[in-house]
């Protein structure tokens, strides 16, 4: 597999809320597969990376289980006596100690009830009786969905096609809970949790193992540690910088494209220094890569180099023309 942008390991994936909360999470990580795999916040995420870059689907539905076992079975005690047994059903297929047609069977079966339950929800005019049902529907889909995912792998090799996952949807039964946080704060404290637990259950270095190196390793970039006073003048780098990563990446990249001059009023250059400077970013190898703020007035700039010792003065001189102070470089 070759050297790819973390955002486009799930292009497609899920509604346009999941789109834009994903794509603006990974972006600042260009190809750095193993930073992003080390920071991602959720750990549905963090499964889907794992099945895009291969990972064998046993191992992913086996953490699923592991997630709705930890944290979705806990918040809805009451279904515990029918969705303890499913879930021990799902482990045991995703380790072929039992048929595949058991897991297809709590599919089905689950999702009849879930839909039972929106509709439920719907109907019922008591508020509490409206959220409980809502909960259920909720908790039921996630092992559905677990289940499902599993059998269209098994009988199509084709992986995270049912969205939204076991790990999305267990935030959002624990959303509806009534715990003592707002809405957002228990589902991103959940969606944390589930990352940990996700990390522990499908760790790195099976990932590397199955990604390869040129996947795993080629995003590492080098960094240029920058300082700037200026927040405005950091965030047009820092936009310039990823979207020629992207560009690159994409093998779109073309420096006469009047559209780069948007960057340039940030700037102490002319167009045509401006155009001069772009034309050298390709040259010796050099590639944009990831860019991300560290402190309140510290960013770090990555970029790859395939040959030339003189990238990091390139990058150097660009920062510089946007009014950034490069203090110096580091690897990794």
């Given amino acids: 597999m070759r050297p790819l942008l973390v955002m486009d390991l799930l292009d497609g994936v899920g509604d346009d809320t999941h789109q834009v909360a994903w794509r603006g999470w990974s972006r600042p990580f260009g190809m750095d597969v193993a930073g992003a ?22 191992a992913i539905t086996c953490a699923s289980v592991t997630l709705l076992e930890d944290f979705l079975l806990p918040l809805v005690p009451e279904l515990a006596v029918p969705l303890a047994p499913a879930l021990k059903t799902l482990r045991g297929a995703a380790l072929m ?69 076991a790990a999305d949807l267990i935030p959002l039964v624990a959303a509806s809970g009534g715990l003592p946080r707002t809405r957002t ?8 949790l589930c990352a940990d637990v996700a990390r522990s259950m499908v760790p790195g270095v099976l990932v590397r193992a199955v990604a390869g190196d040129d996947v795993w390793r080629a995003g590492q970039p080098r960094w240029l540690v920058v300082r700037f006073e200026d927040a405005a003048h950091w965030k047009a780098f820092r936009d310039l910088w990823m979207s020629l990563a992207q560009e690159f990446q994409r093998g779109l ?45 510290l960013g770090r700039v990555g970029f790859h180099v395939g040959r030339g010792a003189h990238a990091s003065s390139t990058v150097a001189n660009l920062a510089a023309a946007f009014g950034l102070t490069p203090t110096q470089t580091v690897q990794g």
């Fill in 37 to 58: 795999w080390a920071q991602c916040p959720r750990g549905s995420w963090l499964l889907m990376m794992a099945s895009a870059l291969g990972v064998e689907p046993s």
């Fill in 253 to 297: 990249f073309d420096p006469a494209d009047a559209g780069w001059r948007v960057f340039l009023h940030h700037t102490n250059l002319d167009a045509a220094a401006f155009h001069r400077v772009l034309m050298t970013l390709g040259a010796n190898g050099l590639t944009p890569g990831p860019a991300q703020q560290t402190g309140e007035h």
């Fill in 185 to 192: 704060a228990r589902a991103n404290a959940v969606h944390a």
């Fill in 97 to 165: 100690q039992r048929p595949l047609a058991d897991a297809n069977a709590v599919a089905q079966a689950l999702d009849r009830e879930a839909a039972a339950d929106a509709v439920h929800a719907q109907t019922v005019d008591n508020a509490d009786a409206r959220s409980r049902f809502l909960r259920w529907g909720l908790a039921r889909r996630a092992v559905a969905n677990t289940a499902g995912e599993l059998v269209e792998y098994r009988r199509h090799l084709r992986s995270y096609t049912l969205w939204p996952t």
